[in-house]
């Protein structure tokens, strides 16, 4: 932070007002105010496309020691809609920084705030729920009465469609390290860098496509397997993506969803979503495998989770399905796995940047997947192989 304090306020929807310093740009900023509990990847946290239209508090108390590097990005931009932090490195310390963060958040236009007791922030969020929210500094600043008021005349995340904002606008390619093993089309409703690059380290060639691409669009890259990333919103509004996701499933393709994409899958498969009380944001949430017994460290980002119990067996339109981990906290499911058609799917993030990497091995249990299809495949060909491919000319004219 610069030597001069500019004052500052976060207002939330209740009322309650949490004074403190300009951080990053000036102005006014609205969005639905969380708490993440991860100690460390700060800028892997603020550049997760997830994270759209949220006011995130860190509840680690020191933020910024590391400075801003051009390594950790997880994707093209800053994406959160605020940032709230207690105690902002004077002077960052790191042989990879090239800039602090305060000045990051202020050539990207984040609008933040420093100084806030945000232990006492988090225990109001835990108690009354993740809510509307707005951060104002400098000429933003008026009486509190009219600040609630633009906060209450925000959207509410609940409702909230957007994964088209963060889905990338062409499709692209990630090549595979190594020899090409398989190839996977990645609907990208808001994935993380990371993501892609795990794949690739297996041998996968990983064809990134927008949010709103066809079946017809996913089958003309001839994948092997299709993949479901993570997203922010509301998965209640992802219509196409779940239709979508239906001619997936029908077309007996390996699939595997994370975090939004959990939901997606599970919505496809008749189970409904609500919103959390103040949902899972950090890198330490223990997740159970009802299958192996055994807890994993996860890193997570969800304000919406399925409805259903651990264990749960359900019937579904393609076939059997189990609630296969929930969330050893609070029993919130976390994974599903179809025993009838190839597709499963976790609620956290087997990517991890910045950790933990329990989960990672979730990408070699979906290579095995596309293993088990490429050996049914050299017996008999799959329904649908017959499919006209769609040129990679009239693919781009569709866009």
């Known amino acids: ?75 093209s931009r800053i994406w959160v809609a605020g940032y709230v932090v207690r105690d902002p490195a004077r002077t960052p310390s790191n042989w990879r920084s090239r800039r602090s963060l305060d000045e990051e958040l202020a050539t990207q236009g984040i609008v933040g705030i420093a100084e806030v007791d945000t232990r006492t922030l988090t225990r109001h969020i835990r108690e009354h729920g993740a809510m509307r929210a707005g951060v104002f500094s400098g000429d933003a600043l008026a009486p509190d009465d009219e600040l609630v008021t633009q906060v209450l005349a925000s959207p509410s995340m609940k409702g909230a469609d957007l994964a088209g904002q963060v889905t990338t606008r062409q499709p692209y390619v990630v090549p595979a390290q190594g020899e090409r093993r398989y190839r996977v089309a990645a609907l990208d409703l808001g994935i993380k860098a990371n993501t892609p690059r795990q794949l690739a380290k297996r041998g996968i060639e990983v064809h990134v496509l927008p949010g709103g691409s066809t079946l017809e669009d996913l089958l003309a890259v001839e994948p092997d397997g299709v993949f479901l990333s993570n997203g922010p919103g509301d998965p209640e509004t992802q219509t196409h993506a779940i239709e979508l996701t239906k001619a997936v499933l029908g077309q007996q393709l390996p699939l595997f969803g994370i975090c939004f994409g959990n939901q997606i899958l599970g919505r496809a498969l008749g189970l409904r979503t609500y919103k959390m009380r103040f949902g899972h944001r950090g890198i330490n949430v223990p997740v159970l495998d009802i299958e192996t017994g055994r807890v994993a460290i996860t890193a997570q980002n969800h304000g919406f989770a399925l409805e259903g119990e651990p264990g749960q067996r359900f019937e579904s339109p393609f076939g059997a399905t189990k609630v296969s981990h929930y969330c050893a906290n609070d029993g919130t499911v976390e994974g599903l796995r179809c025993e009838d058609v190839p597709a499963f799917s976790v609620q956290y993030h087997p990517e991890a940047a910045a950790g933990p990497h329990d989960a990672n091995p979730l990408f070699d249990e979906f290579v095995t997947l596309m293993e088990a299809r490429a050996g049914h495949n050299r017996a008999a060909p799959p329904a649908g192989a017959d499919r006209v491919r769609v040129s990679r000319e009239a693919l781009e004219k569709q866009k």
Do not use: H
Request: glycine fraction near 14%; charge should be negative; include cysteine.
């Open 1 to 75: 932070m610069s030597g001069t304090r500019t004052p500052a306020a976060l207002v939330l929807e209740d009322g309650r007002v949490f004074r403190g310093a300009a951080y990053g740009a000036q102005g006014a900023t609205l969005g639905e105010v969380v708490f993440c509990t991860g100690m460390t990847g700060y800028q892997e946290t603020l550049t997760d496309p997830s994270y759209r239209g949220q006011i995130v508090a860190q509840t680690a108390p020191q933020i910024g020691n590391t400075g801003w590097n051009d390594e950790d990005d997880e994707s």
